[in-house]
């Protein structure tokens, strides 16, 4: 059965670094997209970046340009999706969800023309000034 977990995140001071992991198993480990969103109380849940499974295609939303990277690596059947964080503000603050989808529409993913399939279950993230 496909799954996500995540893993990761805490608490971190204005301008440091965390890292967020993600799992994905099952048929949505390969050859499909991966994704990091991110949600905040009251607000809709909003894309930091999607990812091809199979590495070289990703998409980073423009607040996470320049401060965010992600990584995909493999290890047997399972596929990890990687979030480096860095110079965190405040407004990072949010839950995070990593998704994942067999779907190789990573752009359509990304811009939410095709929804994903497969989430976990959330991460928090909190920045303090």
């Known amino acids: 059965q496909a799954q996500v977990v995540e893993s990761g995140g805490g608490s971190v001071q204005a301008g440091g670094s965390l890292k967020l992991s993600c799992v994905a198993s099952g048929d949505v480990a390969s050859g499909g997209c991966m994704g990091w969103f991110k949600q905040t109380t009251g607000k809709e849940r909003e894309v930091v970046a999607v990812d091809h499974t199979d590495g070289g295609i990703t998409f980073l939303a423009d607040s996470a340009r320049g401060r965010f990277s992600t990584r995909v690596s493999r290890d047997g059947d399972k596929n990890t999706l990687t979030l480096q964080m860095n110079s965190l503000q405040v407004e990072d603050t949010a839950m995070y969800f990593c998704?994942?989808?067999?779907?190789?529409?990573?752009?359509?993913?990304?811009?939410?023309?095709?929804?994903?399939?497969?989430w976990g279950q959330g991460i928090q993230v909190k920045v303090s000034s």
């Open positions: 998704a994942a989808d067999k779907s190789a529409e990573c752009y359509n993913l990304f811009v939410g023309r095709r929804p994903f399939s497969i």
